[in-house]
């Protein structure tokens, strides 16, 4: 509030440095990307941040073959356009697109997703029939999980992924803290909590 006060209300230029980036968001009408050292990029906030965390690589996991009915063959987050990432703003919808391999589809097939804290404690679990989304004879089907923009809290999660019965009596598939992703906040009032519990 106070470097607000100082650069807003007094005229002064304030030098801000900092990787919370909600709070750059919020204070700041330039930014500075550096690396090594070095200016990499000068600009507006929302780009300057978006290329901080563009460069990150995205954990994926893939399995071509399995003996089970169903299995994992592919999961990853992504962005609305299918492109692999693992940095989200705040307020941007979260993708987790899993593929899933058929080799003897029942009606009795689900899928579990849960979404895991950095302290791998469960957020909330979704479990899901696979109907709706198989048609006959699909040998894979392709699922998107969406976790709608400004719902979770700015910090790390990774997600658990089981392919079971709906009685839970069978699991075909588990993962377990797969996938791990940051939320980031984007100039919201969540900015003073980035990364904390």
Known sequence: GKMDDVSKKQGRTVLFVSHNMGTIMQLCNQCILLKSGGVEDIGEPSRIVEEYYKNEKTESYHKEHSDADIFVKQVFPCDKSGNPSINFAHLEDIRLRMVIGVNKYADHQNIGVCLLRQD??????????????????????????????????????????????????ITYDWLADVCPIKVYDDGTDFSFTEGSD
């Open 120 to 169: 791998k404690k469960r957020v909330f679990t979704v479990n899901k029939s696979l109907q709706p989304f198989y048609k006959n004879g699909d040998k894979e089907i392709v699922v998107d999980f969406i976790i709608e923009g400004g719902l979770i809290a700015p910090m790390d999660y990774s997600f658990l992924v089981a392919l079971n019965t709906k009685t839970g009596q």
